[in-house]
């Protein structure tokens, strides 16, 4: 009789090979879908890939921040300025944009973990506060007012001419499928990176830290390694994310990049009503956030009444989220990270050969 360490579940097994199955649908999905519908699945895909590393930062590493619109924004303006002043093309600008948002956090997090609670809150937005103040003095991509990407650029774009060759669209309709693709890559590559990392020791003790950081500390796992660590990689990939939403605006300015309740209270809400702390809850909570949308975005500030009443409501009767709710009632999980440790049985043969 032997023993291993086991994490997947049957339940988790049948949602791997149905996730799979719809990746291969989203991949075809521009080949027989409307351009709305592929706007729409942009915004889902990307709204839940900030919703994944916010939920990373504040649902599994315990820090809470509401000033995710910087790393939005640098990233944006990050990738205008690299294609506006030095002529790269949008789509590899995108990384550009990661990094300068991973830049932009060492400075932040030498300041904001100086912080605790609600004070770190409140300094991450200060922080946002003070880089949207600072970019809008940039001339070179129209400061206050903002700018537009170069026509040249978004028509020769990497990957556009083989798209409208491939599907026989125009050329508007190819930028919009292929800033699809990219998101449905960036989506899938966010969750998946996530879940590799809470399924390793890093993980575990990312964890612990979020519990009880001095307890963590006792057992020697270097908690203020485990916040830098985090925090820097949900800033590059939040960058990321941002740098993409701006090349299918191709608009930008510093009060839309920058802005709160876009990037930072409409994620908090996402994650909040799907589940924090699970990476299931941002894939529930980015769905029930576009339903709402499409249906009260009509109503004015009753739309966003409307929203604060229902995240207030799921926060006092379902604490945990939708899927929290729903995972305590069926003990269903689709992407477990909680190890158990199951028996195997071992012949007398195999012991020999060992």
Request: proline share 3%.
């Amino acid at each position: 009789m032997g023993y291993r360490v086991e994490t997947s579940t049957r339940a988790s097994r049948i949602a791997g090979m149905a996730a799979l199955g719809a990746l291969v649908v989203a991949i075809l999905l521009p080949t027989f879908a409307g351009r709305a519908l592929v706007q729409d699945m942009f915004f889902i895909l990307t709204m839940l890939a900030l919703a994944q590393w916010w939920n990373l930062l504040a649902g599994y590493g315990g820090l809470v921040s509401v000033g995710q619109q910087a790393f939005v924004g640098i990233g944006a303006y990050a990738m205008f300025g690299t294609v506006i002043l030095y002529g790269l093309d949008p789509v590899p600008s995108i990384l550009v944009a990661g990094v300068a948002a991973l830049v932009l956090a060492v400075p932040t997090a030498f300041f904001a973990f100086r912080l605790q609670g609600a004070y770190f809150a409140i300094g991450t937005w200060v922080v946002a506060e003070v880089v949207r103040l600072v970019v809008a003095q940039w001339k070179q991509v129209g400061g206050g007012t903002g700018t537009s990407l170069p026509r040249a650029a978004t028509k020769d774009m990497w990957f556009v001419d083989a798209i409208k060759a491939l599907l026989e669209v125009k050329t508007s309709a190819a930028r919009d499928i292929l800033a699809y693709w990219l998101a449905l890559a960036l989506a899938v590559l966010t969750i998946a990176a996530i879940y590799w990392l809470l399924r390793t020791r890093r993980g575990l003790a990312l964890s612990a830290v979020r519990d009880n950081a001095n307890a963590a500390s006792s057992v020697g796992v270097d908690a203020n390694a485990i916040k830098w660590a985090v925090y820097l990689v949900s800033a590059f990939g939040t960058g990321l994310v941002g740098g993409l939403i701006y090349l299918q605006k191709a608009r930008i300015s510093p009060d839309a990049a920058f802005s709160v309740l876009d990037w930072t209270a409409y994620i908090i809400f996402i994650v909040v009503i799907g589940g924090i702390g699970t990476i299931e809850g941002p894939i529930i909570g980015v769905i029930v956030f576009f339903l709402l949308q499409s249906t009260l975005a009509d109503y004015g500030s009753w739309y966003l009444m409307a929203l604060g009443l229902i995240g207030v409501f799921i926060m006092l009767f379902a604490p945990r989220g939708l899927w929290g709710l729903f995972t305590e009632r069926t003990g269903i999980q689709f992407f477990p990270v909680r190890r158990r440790l199951e028996t195997v049985s071992t012949s007398k043969k195999e012991i020999g050969n060992g």
